[in-house]
């Protein structure tokens, strides 16, 4: 009948670890064109999202608003404005206000340098599918305040293209 497994090795056997490794291939076997991707599997919320390895962008959505992004962008330049007028004196004064830990509210502000043509593709939901609230946020890598940069760093720049 086979052995009895343990409790912990049928997790194991169930549990699968995708990592990335490397630049996409493609090869012909036996008349069939097969292509490897190495890629990274993520959760958001109560979902898995697969996100393609750095310097790939992936697939692009025709509509994909990601609610919690856009909300989020939009109390990072409420906050700004309210910085601006001198309702708040800083970020630390703002978060103590809204009854915030400072470096979140630090953090959400960042999202205020973001470029144009970048706040434009996620309020209309035309941003990269891996381009999420905590890339945004600067947890996974800095944001860098070059817009260029920006572009190729969320994957708003076709390979092989200028940005």
């Given at each position: 009948m086979g052995d009895p497994k343990t409790h912990g090795e049928k997790a194991a056997a169930r549990s699968v670890v995708i990592t990335p490794s490397g630049k996409s291939r493609q090869f012909e076997s036996g008349g069939r064109s097969v292509t490897f991707v190495p890629l990274s599997i993520k959760r958001?919320?109560?979902?898995?999202?697969?996100?393609?390895?750095?310097g790939e962008t992936g697939a692009k959505t025709t509509?994909?608003?990601?609610?919690?992004?856009?909300?989020?962008?939009?109390k990072a330049f409420y906050w700004e404005r309210l910085i601006e007028s001198g309702e708040v004196a800083n970020?630390?004064?703002?978060?103590r206000l809204f009854k915030l830990e400072a470096g979140w509210v630090s953090e959400v502000l960042r999202m205020t340098l973001l470029a144009p043509d970048i706040v434009r593709a996620i309020l209309e939901g035309r941003q990269?599918?891996?381009?999420?609230?905590?890339?945004?946020?600067?947890?996974q890598k800095e944001v860098p305040l070059n817009w260029q940069e920006q572009r190729r760093l969320f994957g708003f720049c076709s390979a092989g293209t200028r940005c």
């Amino acid at each position: 009948m086979g052995d009895p497994k343990t409790h912990g090795e049928k997790a194991a056997a169930r549990s699968v670890v995708i990592t990335p490794s490397g630049k996409s291939r493609q090869f012909e076997s036996g008349g069939r064109s097969v292509t490897f991707v190495p890629l990274s599997i993520k959760r958001r919320h109560r979902t898995k999202l697969i996100v393609p390895p750095d310097g790939e962008t992936g697939a692009k959505t025709t509509t994909s608003i990601d609610l919690p992004l856009v909300r989020t962008l939009g109390k990072a330049f409420y906050w700004e404005r309210l910085i601006e007028s001198g309702e708040v004196a800083n970020a630390t004064e703002l978060a103590r206000l809204f009854k915030l830990e400072a470096g979140w509210v630090s953090e959400v502000l960042r999202m205020t340098l973001l470029a144009p043509d970048i706040v434009r593709a996620i309020l209309e939901g035309r941003q990269p599918r891996h381009l999420n609230l905590h890339a945004v946020r600067g947890r996974q890598k800095e944001v860098p305040l070059n817009w260029q940069e920006q572009r190729r760093l969320f994957g708003f720049c076709s390979a092989g293209t200028r940005c």
